[in-house]
């Protein structure tokens, strides 16, 4: 019974004795390819300041702060690790790269003006003085063929005079008279009426004159278009000459709007496009247009590029001078290059762009011949493919690159990788992308500057930094900080591995001169502390040692 005991009391200390082992014996990482078995070493950093490296707790000899351990991770030159802790402090927000049609709101702003084409001049024909002006004053609305101006001249009387007398031979015109003698008193009677018609006549005043035979010295003008009366030029009692302006009329119907489009607009503008606008003095209510003309000059003040769109204005609530806020909705494709399916076939007018055909023509307005859709810029067919689009939140833009941050997928902890893409133009809420990215690839759209942030601490390649270099001014040279770059080769294989004041792991940045060989420091302040006593320290760099 005794030895039973014995053997138990053994076998207890056995298992004590191997548990009290493993929980002692300090953990190794396995050997390399080399055979050496690596240490794993712990290191302490400052929240505020990540330069202080050391190898224990304690306090940040910059401000104090307490230290907190650095995770120890083995990732790329362009990549970063964060713990799920700090994915949700930062926070990060990623979104898929995919392929898809974005509709893309252009967006401008402009005043509504007269339709220039619809502007009329009401003038005189003949030289005279103005007995009455039956429009006094401006704004009110005529319409086509009202009477406006009551003018005496007297240069009418012998050009009447001529009709009667035309008209009085043909009608004694013996009836034997030949062909050709009867062809020429029509063609003088012709000739008479067409003179009082460029006077300025009407067809039926000229006819009342000739069939009373009576002339009169006073000539009434009448409205060429309905509209509003906008100028007046003359008053009643003033003499006119040929061609002097009495009024001026504008046909309100139709109107121009006048749009500024920003230079960086202008690849989605296509003339023919379908505009949409609002005014102040209608909200909720949306207007529609066409843009028929772009600018082809640009304005050198406000970088932008004038359009004009016309639009239909049939209850006259479109006033001249209105502010109005446009937009154009375009879809582009995987090239960035708007297409417009409907207008596939189409024959548009160059100068008048509502007048579209299904066929080669002339325009009912002008009589210009009808040019295809595609020679005015429309894309029609051929690569309909979506584009590869990210949203705009994602790059981060120094003007000559772009960077985004992809989530590296299928590893443990939170890894984002920064990669440099080609961009094509903006979408609205998304950038078209050319190259540099995967459809399904998990992009950063909200924290991006941060991560980018911490590359730049650690001197990685960033989106102001691209290779990663830290490049020092001319003062921090003088004062003896220093690039890893600048460091030659002789001297990057020097023994000294730890700061000699803490103790902690050196920046090759942060270095002096003394005694004609560096000394490198963990962050400024040991190597303040170096530098006012020297010898204290020399003990512990190995560089010193014989």
């Not at 609305?141 to 012998?158: F, I, R």
């Not at 139709?254 to 690849?267: C, G, H, I, M, T």
């Not at 949409?276 to 590029?305: M, N, Q, W």
């Amino acid at each position: 019974m005794k030895n039973f005991k014995i053997v138990i009391l053994l076998i207890a200390v056995s298992i004590a004795g191997y548990l009290l082992k493993g929980i002692f014996t300090t953990h190794k990482h396995p050997p390399d390819s080399t055979g050496v078995v690596k240490q794993q070493t712990e290191i302490w950093t400052c929240s505020m300041h990540p330069q202080i490296r050391q190898p224990k707790p304690g306090k940040c000899p910059i401000c104090g702060m307490n230290l907190i351990p650095v995770i120890q991770t083995q990732v790329g030159q362009r990549q970063i690790r964060f713990t799920e802790e700090a994915i949700k402090l930062m926070e990060v927000e990623t979104s898929s790269v995919e392929r898809k049609f974005v509709d893309v709101r252009v967006n401008m702003v402009g005043k509504v003006d007269y339709d220039e084409s619809r502007i009329k001049e009401i003038s005189a024909w003949v030289p005279g003085r103005i007995d009455r002006l039956y429009v006094d004053f401006t704004g009110i609305k005529v319409t086509k063929g009202d009477h406006m101006v009551y003018l005496y001249s007297p240069q009418l009387l012998s050009a009447q005079a001529e009709l009667i007398q035309a008209e009085k031979s043909l009608r004694d015109l013996k009836p034997g008279a030949t062909e050709l003698v009867k062809n020429s008193f029509i063609t003088t009677v012709e000739a008479a009426r067409e003179k009082l018609r460029l006077l300025g006549l009407t067809k039926e005043q000229i006819d009342s004159i000739a069939a009373t035979g009576k002339v009169t010295d006073h000539l009434t003008i009448y409205a060429p278009i309905g509209g509003i009366v906008i100028a007046k030029h003359a008053n009643a009692g003033d003499y006119v000459e040929t061609g002097q302006k009495i009024y001026t009329l504008a046909d309100l119907s139709k109107v121009w709007v006048k749009l500024d489009a920003y230079e960086s607009d202008l690849s989605w503008i296509r003339y023919g496009q379908q505009v949409e606008f609002t005014v102040e003095a209608y909200p909720g209510k949306v207007f529609k247009g066409t843009i028929s003309f772009i600018d082809p000059i640009l304005d050198s003040t406000t970088r932008t590029v004038k359009l004009r769109v016309n639009s239909d204005n049939p209850n006259d609530e479109l006033k001249p001078q209105m502010f109005v806020r446009a937009v154009v909705h375009v879809k582009p494709n995987a090239e960035g290059i708007v297409i417009s399916p409907e207008m596939a076939g189409k024959w548009i007018c160059p100068m008048h762009p509502d007048v579209v055909k299904d066929r080669r023509s002339t325009c009912d307005i002008c009589a210009m011949d009808l040019v295809t859709a595609e020679s005015l810029g429309f894309v029609t067919s051929g690569a309909n493919e979506p584009p590869f689009v990210i949203p705009a939140s994602a790059p981060l833009i120094t003007g000559e690159r772009a960077v985004v941050y992809v989530k590296v997928p299928d590893v443990n902890v939170p890894t984002f990788e920064g990669r440099e893409v080609v961009l094509g133009p903006r979408a609205g809420d998304y950038y078209l992308v050319k190259s540099g990215l995967s459809e399904g690839e998990m992009v950063v759209t909200k924290g991006n500057f941060k991560i980018d942030a911490d590359l730049q601490i650690q001197a990685k390649p960033s989106m102001m930094n691209p290779e990663g270099e830290v490049v020092p001014s001319e003062h921090q040279h003088h004062q003896g900080q220093a690039s890893d770059a600048s460091v030659d080769k002789h001297e990057q294989t020097i023994e000294q591995t730890v700061c000699p004041v803490m103790g902690g792991e050196i920046n090759k940045a942060i270095f002096t001169e003394y005694k004609g060989k560096k000394v490198y420091f963990c962050c400024p302040a040991c190597k303040g502390k170096f530098e006012a006593n020297p010898e204290k320290y020399i003990d512990k760099l190995p560089q010193f040692k014989k």
